[in-house]
């Protein structure tokens, strides 16, 4: 087998799995994105360890869940001491780079403990964390951040272009021009149908694409790993012409809600459902004006990933390069009468996965659909397998998914996904009146089976064979009893069989010897 010489690892922001037409969506056509899935291997059950940008993609960096790593919210820090893609890769002499966004803050306490600033090189990588920053943008500059601005690249080229202004990417790329030449905020969601002010060509979008390119061809014959983290579809929800209009309201999917979500609706589930997001998610107008929108911003991630793979294909990397495409989590619009993401329903914590991989051995999986449960942590381990990287790996939770390319049997494969969140940060835990440490919520999903246990609360609980849409809460009703207690043992296990021993490979632990006798320490000896 032909060792994979480069990665291309693609996440879209904030993209549902069934808004992509490999995934069944009937209007929105992604055809690029198909043909990758038609040359690999596409997954149906793809879950994130945590429906939250930040969280969600720590796990994803680190191969470990949000409990083990601590970066619980978007606010929180990675530990320094968390060992991320680029520090396994980069041990092999593979360029790790990322275009794009990564929602990761440094661990500037950390880092102070340890003398490290960010003009080294060192501290440049471990506050990045792991990428070497090429084009490191996370896409989250409003006017009133005008500092956090003024070296933001896209900026930079922007003003270049022509484009006035302190904030262009505030004020051209995501804000409509109104009828007398006024600036209609896309940060406002009645924008949403309206085209951004920039050309289509000069928008993020296709900004990331072309600098993943360069990236590309900057590294020359250096083998590379590179994160193209594309901004969109996330909100502000505003595309340029011609994307602004392609799709109509009609041409969305349908509402998914039922009137019964909302008597004796569980707590916490109610405190979601009573922020200002999903009230004015649950407005007919606003899906009405936001979603084509969407789709839009979609359809052009789909467009410019054409001219991306058609590069590499001139560029023969097509025959060595491993590609990878997914979310970070979903998007409610609505649905469940929430906006946003945050909470455990398919929606959100179910994300698209396909995996390209040009070697032989996978040939026989090509074009295939793959039913089995797996999880964002499984990324890391499949990348170091698939380069047959010696790095140790006793930290890492997720499971390498190279085997199931190459259509092996996998008898040992889990029977559950895990995912989190930690709400301390919102409204929610206000308006519930809990503690910033009581307010976690964990979910275990088998085959069957959701599981949601909220600390302080009842748990969740719906039968997926059943009741397929989630609108049937059983978790207070006696005859469940049972099965819930099963889910909770589960949840427990996955829990308690954390990595947290991450000082110490299992190689070592296995030779190392319970004796000290040998330096003059005897214990127990008559």
Sequence with gaps: MAKIKNILFIMADQLRWDYLSCYGHQYLKTPNIDKLASKGVLFESAFVQSPVCGPSRAST?????????????????????????????????????????THMKPDEDGMARLGITKDTEIGLIVSEPGFEPYVRDDGLHPANQQQNNKNLSYNQWLNKLGYEGENPWNSWANSAEGENGEILSGWKLRNSNKPSRVAEEHSETAYM?????????????????LHLSYIKPHWPYIAPAPYHNMYS????????????????????????????????????????TVIPGYMGLIKQIDDNLGRLFKFLEKNGKMDDTMIVFTSDHG???????????????????????IIYDPSESTNKTRGTRNKRLVEAIDL???????????????????????????????KNWRNAVFSEIDYAFYHQREFLNLGPHDARAYMIRTYKWKYVYFKGFLPQLFDLTKDPAEFHDLGQLSEYKEVRNELKDILLQRLINRKNLVTFNEERILKQRDDSSEGGVMIGVW
């Design 61 to 101: 960096y680190t191969g470990r869940t949000v409990f083990s790593h601590g970066s619980t919210s978007n606010q929180v820090p990675l530990p320094i001491g968390e060992l991320m893609i680029g520090d396994y890769l980069s041990k092999d002499g593979m360029r790790v780079g990322v275009v794009g966004k």
């Design 209 to 225: 694409t072309d600098k993943a390119m360069e990236y590309i061809e900057d590294s020359g014959e250096r083998p590379w790993f």
């Design 249 to 288: 309201p009609s041409q969305t999917s349908p509402l998914h809600r039922d009137d019964s979500e909302k008597i004796n609706a569980h707590p916490v589930y109610e405190a979601f459902m009573n922020t200002e997001v999903s009230k004015t998610f649950s407005k007919k107008e606003v899906r009405e």
């Design 331 to 353: 998007d409610y619009l609505g649905d469940h009468w929430l906006g946003e993401k945050e909470f455990f329903h398919e929606q959100c914590v179910k994300v698209p996965l």
């Design 380 to 410: 890391l381990p499949t990348f170091l397998d698939a380069t047959e990287n010696t790095s140790s790996q006793h930290r890492l939770e997720g499971k390498s998914l190279l085997p199931m390319l190459q259509g092996k049997n996998q």
